[in-house]
């Protein structure tokens, strides 16, 4: 997906599905100038008719999230539960981390240190999916 210009802000995302697991990649800051995008970008993993076993927002190059950015997150969340699918995160910055945690989302999403270590516990077939990928420089 590319890079979506709000007002001076840009933001990139970037989305891949593995498997049964919806992988969500923003770049940058997440606040409010680029929570609608991010919002957007989230949205066809939310459609009813489609059903992820899992979402996955990959945050290794989100420098900071506001709590406008956290609103989308939790919204998410939401939906996701709705239907009995699963949220998750990985790769969180130090300070993307302890956003989360200060607000407790850590309670909302369940946090990985990484992209493998997240899949490995979301789904079986979307972690061969990657590592398969992996070796093509695709992921």
């Known amino acids: 997906m590319p890079a979506a210009a709000v007002g001076e802000c840009r933001v ?20 409010h100038a680029t929570a609608g995008p991010f919002e957007r970008a989230l949205e066809p993993s939310l ?52 956003i989360f945690e200060i607000a407790r989302f850590n309670h909302v999403v369940e946090l990985f240190p990484t992209m493998r270590e997240a899949l490995q516990a979301l789904s079986a077939p979307a972690l061969a999916a990657f590592d398969a990928t992996a070796g093509t420089g695709a992921a």
């Open 47 to 98: 459609a009813p008719s489609v059903s992820p076993g899992a979402l996955l927002l990959d945050l290794s190059r989100v420098d900071y999230i506001s709590s406008v950015g956290l609103r989308v997150v939790m919204t998410a969340a939401k939906q996701l539960r709705s239907r009995q699918a699963r949220i998750a995160a990985a790769g969180l910055q130090p300070l993307v981390r302890e």
């Open 12 to 31: 990139e995302m970037s989305s891949l599905r593995l498997a049964d697991v919806m992988v969500v990649a923003p770049v940058g800051r997440v606040d």
